[in-house]
């Protein structure tokens, strides 16, 4: 029989109801496949786990945080495998570490180095079906770690390729991949097929449904990837490797909030100065999300980044350094930034295109703050006052939205 692995993330698992519901599921994929299930921990509990550990240290150790975020997965993993026994189906419960995922040393947002997979391989030799914690591994120095939030999607992927599983299922709360987040902008069309590079460039550029690192797995071992409500029996999202037969067009829209502008203003015009501001704030850990510089005259330039809004304290400690160290004459912030990303093959290269989503922008009173486009993406930051109105154009504007009614 042919391998597949499937996901249940936390809302498909949040009640006792829900998790005979998944356990129903793999019953009946396991009458025509061999199953490896992967979950996450149930509904909002690694949310509740945080949450009380701030309560008790505002600044836990990364280390003590991973042992306690892992519970969740575990308690999972444990009450799926007995639903799976309610079906009198023989099921194993394992964490990361049993199964032998291996990760380097970073607590919180480890990577996965290898996957030995010998218990299940074993567990599938002898006809059980192997349920398995994502999210989690063990470090070199046999130390429990996570994977960073979404690292599910990520243990899923991972075994999928290590273990040369033909399909993997990812089951959800949503009917697929949408053209729009169905829940802010209802009427948004679902997509039943995209390539691997544009779930890849939508994950990328905010969209929830699968985490970017899980995409990138999916993209390299060319992994069929099915996204699927776990609450129905609806066809999903099949994101595979495409053929380039069609003509170029918007598939997406994503976007991504809270974002930081931040520009040093009149940088001394110096090689050295934009590698060693970046690697201060890359060293300490910044998540760069863009950045790009203007020339203010002859001899000085202004230096400006793009990046979350929750590190902005983080971030203008590291440059208020800067500007003593190097001279630089103020800083400029923004506080209310947003992402706008259209999102298919060739868009960010077709005129047509382009064309388009500036005059539907335009037309809107759209300002734009600043432009960047790639093959497969033309990303626009704006100001969060005319995010929403700004999607719902281009939805309209690229048939992205079912016709009322």
Do not use: W
Request: proline content about 3%.
């Amino acid at each position: 029989m042919s391998l597949i692995v499937m996901k249940f993330g936390g809302t498909s698992l949040a009640t006792p109801e829900l998790l005979l519901n998944a356990a129903r599921k793999v019953a009946r994929a396991r009458k025509k496949n061999d199953i490896i299930v992967v979950v996450s921990a149930m509904g909002k509990t690694t949310d509740k786990l945080f949450s009380m550990s701030k309560k008790i240290n505002v600044k836990p150790k990364a280390r003590e945080t991973d042992m306690l975020l892992t519970a969740g997965e575990r308690i999972s993993v444990a009450l799926l495998s007995m639903a799976l026994g309610r079906l009198n189906l023989e099921a194993a419960s394992y964490t990361g570490s049993q199964v032998g995922i291996i990760t380097d040393n970073k607590h919180t947002n480890a990577r996965i180095l290898k996957i030995k997979g010998d218990r299940i391989k074993k567990a599938l030799a002898d006809k059980k079906i192997p349920v398995v914690c994502g999210f989690q591994g063990v470090s070199q120095d046999k130390e429990i770690t996570t994977l960073g939030r979404g690292g599910s999607d990520t243990t899923a992927l991972a075994l999928s390729a290590a273990l040369k599983a033909e399909k993997c299922m990812i089951y959800t709360d949503v009917d697929g991949v949408f053209a729009e987040d169905p829940n802010e902008f209802p009427g948004a069309k679902k997509i039943n097929r995209l390539s691997y590079n544009e779930m890849l460039e939508l994950s990328s550029r905010g969209a929830q449904v699968l985490h970017p690192r899980a995409s990138c797995i999916a993209a390299k071992y060319k992994i069929p990837v099915e996204i699927r409500n776990s609450l129905n029996n609806k066809s999903g999202t099949l994101i595979t490797d495409l053929e380039d037969i069609e003509k170029p067009r918007p598939k997406a829209i994503t976007h991504s909030k809270s974002l930081y502008l931040v520009t040093l203003v009149q940088v001394p015009r110096k090689p050295h100065y934009v590698s060693q501001i970046l690697t201060e704030l890359t060293n300490e850990g910044v998540h760069l999300k863009f950045f790009f510089h203007g020339v203010s005259h002859a001899k000085k330039f202004d230096l400006s980044f793009i990046t979350p809004l929750n590190e902005c304290e983080q971030i203008k400690t590291i440059l208020n350094k800067a500007i003593k160290r190097i001279g630089v004459d103020h800083i400029e912030e923004a506080l209310d930034i947003c992402s706008l990303s259209v999102i298919g093959r060739g868009v960010g290269s077709n005129h047509e295109i382009l064309s388009a989503t500036f005059n539907t922008l335009a037309k809107t009173k759209t300002h734009i703050e600043l432009i960047t486009t790639s093959e497969l993406s033309i990303n626009i930051f704006l100001r969060k006052k005319a995010l929403n109105k700004a999607i719902r154009a281009l939805l309209i504007k690229f048939h992205l939205r079912r016709t009322p009614g």
